[in-house]
């Protein structure tokens, strides 16, 4: 356990869940054509809700950067190569005759934070967006969401996998966003 973490109650290393919601044993590992940045805003790197993190141990061709530590700057020139598109409900959208991403960028953060980063951020405002729909009704939730298409990060990359790649690539972190979901949802809390 890191030194930060031990003023506060016990969570895992790997998955920063308190140990009785522990996801590490269900972490299932998927591969795809498509790779996937995601850029974690630094207050989202040790909130108990942050599900970068876990879609990040489960997609074998990612990768996890933070945005806004003050030691760190952010790699921008891996937002500009080739075939880069952003998983955002706004902005430009990629032609409908446009091939696949090869690269899916994917904020990690809350609304507010992804929206800063988007005006903040000049190699994020150019690129093709990919647009999700919204959640079908009825969709557990462990909190409402201020935008209409509103997921977590987890559940936001399971869909998008979905739409690239087919639903039997999706369907582990599909499966894995519900237990978390489910998990927390029984004991009520995060805590």
């Known amino acids: 356990m890191s030194p930060r ?8 290393d790997r998955c920063n869940l ?10 299932p590992r998927v591969e795809t054509r498509t790779r996937l940045l995601l850029v974690q805003h630094v207050v989202e790197s040790w909130k108990k809700s942050n599900t970068g993190r876990l879609a990040a141990l489960a997609l074998a ?18 937002l500009s190569e080739p075939g880069t598109w952003l998983l955002y409900p706004d902005g430009p959208a990629a032609p409908p005759d446009a091939p696949p991403p090869r690269q899916l960028v994917v904020l990690d953060a809350s ?3 992804a929206r800063r980063m988007t005006q903040r951020i000049a190699a994020l405002r150019t690129l093709p967006r990919l647009v999700l729909p919204p959640p079908a009704p009825g969709t557990l939730r ?47 809390t995060l805590n």
């Open 142 to 188: 462990l909190r409402d969401s201020p935008h209409p298409s509103g997921r977590s990060t987890l559940e936001a990359i399971a869909h998008a996998v979905e739409m690239l790649e087919g639903p039997e690539v999706a369907a582990p972190l599909a499966r894995l966003d519900a237990l978390r979901v489910q998990r927390i949802a029984e004991c009520g």
């Open 18 to 27: 308190p140990p009785h919601l522990c996801l590490c044993a269900e972490i």
């Open 5 to 12: 973490r031990s003023r506060f109650q016990p969570r895992c």
């Open 61 to 78: 061709n990612s990768r996890l950067l933070t945005y806004g530590a003050q030691d760190e700057s952010l790699d921008t020139a891996l």
């Open 111 to 113: 609304w507010s934070q």
